[in-house]
């Protein structure tokens, strides 16, 4: 298959205009199309066509009982999916709403299996990005959709992370730059009587517990090594993620004793005649002579590290670095959301420099 990379940042309004009607026949014939959001890209289909679901856990490579987000661009919408909205929904809907946030909510019997893994549940977003906004309103359709990456891939962030992943998979990748904010987003489950952040994001469990009270994370994930009789909530978590080719191991601790451990172990690895990648920040990027050193941001501004993060991942895999040490973020403003990225990517290694 042919895949079509269409940069929307420099076409015509006209070309626009043909480029989103073509987007959305591909959708409506039940075919494929990548789109930026806000948060990471994403690989959409028609999410009430079961064929058009299982076409994307086909070109992902991903499981079939791990369910898919349904992005919408009209609050109308959520009553086509949902069975019922509490009231504590529909105000989290209001506040963060376009935006970096899914809700989980009890289905309508109308949603696909294919879509929701077989779960009485359904997931819906309503991003903020316009050029999603703009796909989804002319589609005419609810899109469902994961993150545009093959399973076991970091999400992409840049269309070139997508055409690297789905080139001869999907017809069509709509490039609109580089994303805002770069993981994914805040998932939080509320179908109890709280809501349960069952994967953390932009929008934090503060933010959440601010506007209605009691909130919490999903215990499952919460902790900085995986938690051993405890399942997560969305299927998704479970699974290894955003895994580099090289083994990824944190450390952690105060600066300074963070980057002469990070020093000591990459000479130990080179002498041994392994490639050492690094995954710094602006702040320390000078203080790694050795090892491909790349700055991931800076700890003055953690968005971003948000940003760079999957990006820094990705270029990790292409310099083929068999050891990658990267500094952490576990005490920064977005540390749940970027931490719970790392430790997955690092397979829960963590080295403490702490005492
Ligand atoms: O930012 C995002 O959310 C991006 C963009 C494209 O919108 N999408 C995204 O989708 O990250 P995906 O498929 O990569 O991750 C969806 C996560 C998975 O962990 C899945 O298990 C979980 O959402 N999920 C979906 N439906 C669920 C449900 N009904 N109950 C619990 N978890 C659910
Ligand atoms: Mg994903």
Excluded at 6 to 27: K, V
Excluded at 38 to 57: F, H, K, W
Excluded at 302 to 329: C, H, K, W
Aim: hydrophobic share 40%; glycine share 10%.
């Amino acid at each position: 298959m042919y895949t079509e990379l269409i940069d929307l940042t420099t076409i015509s309004e006209e070309e626009r205009e043909q480029t989103m009607n073509r987007a959305g026949e591909i959708i409506r014939a039940g075919g494929l199309v990548a789109f930026p959001t806000e948060t990471v890209y994403g690989l959409g289909a028609d999410g009430m066509n079961p064929d058009a679901s299982a076409r994307i856990y086909e070109a992902k490579g991903r499981p079939s009982d791990n369910p898919l987000i349904m992005h919408i661009v009209d609050t109308a919408q959520v009553e086509e999916i949902a069975a019922e909205v509490s009231p504590d929904a529909g105000k989290i809907m209001d506040a963060f709403w376009p935006g970096p946030l899914t809700v989980i909510l009890p289905r309508k019997r109308t949603v696909p299996s294919t879509t929701t893994g077989g779960l009485d549940t359904v997931a819906i977003r309503m991003p903020s990005h316009p050029d999603a906004r703009e796909f989804i309103r002319r589609s005419g359709r609810i899109i469902a959709a994961p993150s545009a990456n093959i399973s076991g891939r970091p999400s992409p962030t840049r269309a070139v992370h997508v055409y690297e992943d789905m080139k001869g998979r999907i017809p069509m990748i709509l490039d609109g730059g580089p994303v805002g904010i770069g993981i994914e987003s805040t998932i939080v489950d509320m179908t109890g009587d709280h809501p349960i952040i069952l994967r953390p994001g932009y929008i934090s469990l503060e933010e959440i517990t601010d506007l209605v009270g009691e909130a919490e994370i999903d215990p499952a994930i919460a902790g900085r090594t995986p938690a051993k009789d405890l399942v997560a909530k969305a299927p998704g978590m479970k699974y290894r993620h955003y895994a580099p080719k090289g083994q990824m191991i944190l450390v952690e601790g105060e600066t300074a004793r963070v980057v002469k451990k990070i020093n000591e172990l990459t000479v130990l690895r080179q002498a041994e005649g392994f490639t050492v990648g690094i995954i710094g920040t602006e702040e320390t990027l000078s203080l790694y002579p050795e090892g491909i050193a790349k700055s991931v941001g800076s700890r003055e501004q953690p968005q971003t590290i948000a940003a760079n993060l999957y990006r820094v991942l990705r270029e990790m895999d292409a310099s083929g670095a068999d050891y990658i040490y990267a500094e952490s973020f576990f005490d920064e403003k977005l540390g749940d959301a970027i931490m719970n990225r790392m430790l997955k990517a690092a397979g829960y290694r963590v080295i403490s420099c702490r005492r």
